[in-house]
T-cell receptor, first 108, second 116 residues
């Protein structure tokens, strides 16, 4: 079992739709969770961090955490073509462990 | 308000040569992390350093790889006698706090190493 698992995609959504990205992790003791966005050929960019169960909203992004289910998700509302990128889920366990990423394409 | 800086951005080495990658953390950050990303693969943790100390090198290959973060100057990741399998993007990240809640890591632009 991988420590951090994500659907590799590609995930394709039309412009304006909600994109839903999912992540599961294996270390039940993990306390910190992050979503990074990585454009092709570029470095990861931190877009959300979440530490408590529930939802955390920041603009068009909402992170959801359920520690009992060992599940983290990222919702992107009103998706834009500029959101097309690979989204990396990261879990502190105790070092940062990354999923392989989900490639998102937002079609105009 | 400079972010994490890395140089060089691109590095080409022949097999057997040494590669030196440099990283300057964000201002005020004293925690530095190195990651490697192979083509079409995820980011893999290599090493975590604070000034003059290696805290965790559990992700670093036992041979040919070393890292340091001196009291003055940037952190350096050194790869001796490079092989083609070392070709990858190497990212440095820094954080204000150590591991735990609030350990948000910010990444530099990376160094793309190509071994011929």
């Amino acid at each position: 079992q991988k420590e951090v698992e994500q659907n590799s995609g590609p995930l394709s959504v039309p412009e304006g739709a909600i994109a839903s990205l999912n992540c599961t992790y294996s270390d039940r003791g993990s306390q910190s969770f992050f979503w990074y966005r990585q454009y092709s050929g570029k470095s990861p960019e931190l877009i959300m961090s979440i530490y408590s169960n529930g939802d955390k909203e920041d603009g068009r992004f909402t992170a959801q955490l359920n520690k009992a289910s060992q599940y983290v998700s990222l919702l992107i509302r009103d998706s834009q073509p500029s959101d097309s990128a690979t989204y990396l889920c990261a879990v502190m366990s105790p070092r940062m462990r990354f999923g392989a990423g989900t490639r998102l394409t937002v079609k105009p | 308000n400079a972010g994490v800086m890395q140089n060089p951005r691109h590095l080409v080495r022949r097999r057997g040569q040494e590669a030196r990658l440099r990283c300057s953390p964000m201002k005020g950050h004293s925690h530095v992390y190195w990651y490697r990303q192979l083509p079409e693969e995820g980011l893999k943790f290599m090493v975590y350093l604070q000034k003059e100390n290696i805290i965790d090198e559990s992700g670093m290959p036992k041979e040919r790889f070393s890292a340091e973060f001196p009291k003055e100057g940037p952190s350096i990741l050194r790869i001796q006698q490079v092989v083609r399998g070392d070709s990858a993007a190497y990212f440095c990240a820094s954080s204000l706090q150590g591991p735990g809640l609030g350990n948000e890591q910010f990444f530099g632009p990376g160094t793309r190493l190509t071994v011929l």
